[in-house]
């Protein structure tokens, strides 16, 4: 069993910077893809980011492209979220996923483990 904790979420001035980071509990953390996702008040959780198992391969949802960052470190067991330019639009629960899927199968949130989320609000 994967257990995935969130944090560093918060409030932020639009233009701002923020990074989220999430810890994995388990040996096996290296095996799984990871992802990010958010879930904004009133609307269906989306597909933000998402990271290969080594860490070479990214990719991310189109609005998020350029802004956003997503990285991990397998020797911690983290995955992170850097956040940049960030706009009222991007306030939401963000949440941590590893999953053993495909690239498009983890964009549509079809993951194994799922975090708690952490809040992310983004004041204009």
């Known amino acids: 069993q994967v257990q995935l904790v969130e944090s560093g979420g918060g409030l932020v001035q639009a233009g701002g910077s923020l990074r989220v980071s999430c810890v994995s509990s388990g040996p096996t953390f290296s095996s799984y893809v990871m992802g990010w996702f958010r879930q904004a008040p009133g609307k269906e959780r989306e597909f933000v980011a998402g990271i290969s198992t080594g860490g070479v391969n990214t990719y991310y949802k189109d609005s998020v492209k350029g802004r956003f960052t997503v990285s991990r470190d397998n020797a911690k067991n983290m995955v992170y979220l850097q956040m940049n330019s960030l706009q009222p639009e991007d306030t939401a629960v963000y949440f941590c996923?590893?999953?053993?899927?495909?690239?498009?199968?983890?964009?549509?949130?079809?993951?194994?483990?799922w975090g708690k989320g952490t809040l992310v609000t983004v004041s204009s």
């Open positions: 996923a590893a999953g053993t899927t495909t690239q498009r199968m983890i964009r549509l949130g079809r993951m194994d483990y």
